[in-house]
């Protein structure tokens, strides 16, 4: 009888415990929402405006790492619209972008060289000196919720496979076949940390890992790792792995650049190396993956042996 009694019990506690679970997955389904491009974007800070004077000299003022900066596209014909600019031995041709807060449309304007600087400074198509010919102000920092951050959305379509395959044979093989959850992982992670003695891998898929950084504090305890599962499976369940892999990408916290935080592997991308996406050797693109497990310890910018090392 008393083992009956034991059972019924035991069954009913389990039943109230997945009837919780069930009850707060559903809650967690109607509260959250992956961020769709940026729609929170934060309050940009811009630097100075560029002057083009006669006498700068191209190398120095690093001329061409603030065009890309500010992604101007090098032509291999006479440039025609904005943001476009073709260089010869002589001479730089360049559209520069509409700057609207000055007041100043697109237009296009010649840099003659010398020696490596600036000699004259053109408007075209005429060729008459420009008096005043600057290159709008470069984003160098945004405030959200009262920190430094700054976060170029990138559609995955524009990330390159290359970087995605990477991201996922590191931090996540299995993320097309699991639901937010991968046992195996979890497993392994389990065995190693008990025959090492410590804590040295975990077994968080890229789903948990956008939840924890997304909805959730960094503490390490049962109930953040609980609401964790929980928020990776209602997200399995409300959007395409498409969206979720695009979510990681743009929001993972990839270390800093000063005092500003950087996010995503398009700003990871420029910040460390001044290049897009697109630019990236395999060196590149393995060093940007590997700054996920340590953005600040393996940083190229603090400490370039550790970082080249791993």
Request: charged share 20%; no cysteine.
């Amino acid at each position: 009888m008393w083992i009956r009694r034991v059972l019924f019990t035991s069954l009913g506690i389990l039943g109230a415990g997945v009837a919780g679970l069930v009850v707060y997955g559903f809650i967690l389904s109607t509260s959250l929402a992956l961020p769709k491009s940026d729609e929170h974007p934060p309050l940009l800070i811009y630097g100075a405006p560029f002057a083009l004077t006669p006498g700068l000299s191209v190398e120095r003022s690093g001329l061409f790492e603030r065009l890309h900066r500010l992604e101007y596209r090098r032509v291999h014909t006479q440039p025609k619209a904005a943001g476009e600019y073709l260089m010869t031995d002589d001479v730089i041709d360049l559209v520069l972008h509409a700057q609207e807060e000055a007041q100043f449309p697109a237009r296009a304007v010649r840099l003659r060289l010398a020696n490596g600087e600036v000699s004259e400074v053109l408007s075209l198509p005429d060729e008459q000196p420009a008096p005043f010919v600057a290159l709008e102000p470069a984003v160098i920092s945004g405030m959200r919720a009262g920190s430094k951050q700054v976060r170029e959305w990138i559609p995955l379509s524009r990330i390159p496979p290359m970087l995605v395959q990477t991201l996922l044979a590191v931090e996540d093989r299995r993320f097309f076949s699991h639901y937010g959850i991968d046992p195996i992982a979890v497993g392994r992670a389990l065995w190693t940390n008990i025959t090492r003695g410590a804590v040295v891998q975990g077994g968080s898929t890229l789903t948990q890992q956008l939840a924890k950084n997304l909805y959730y504090s960094p503490q390490r305890t049962m109930r953040r790792k609980l609401q964790e599962f929980m928020a990776a499976l209602v997200l399995e369940f409300k959007y395409r792995k498409e969206d979720i892999l695009e979510s990681y990408l743009n929001e993972i916290y990839l270390g800093q650049a000063g005092s500003v935080s950087i996010y995503g592997v398009g700003e990871a991308a420029h910040r460390y190396f001044g290049k897009g996406l697109d630019e990236l050797s395999v060196d590149e693109v393995a060093l940007i993956v590997g700054l996920i497990k340590g953005p600040n310890t393996y940083s190229p910018v603090k400490n370039v042996e550790d970082a080249t090392r791993s």
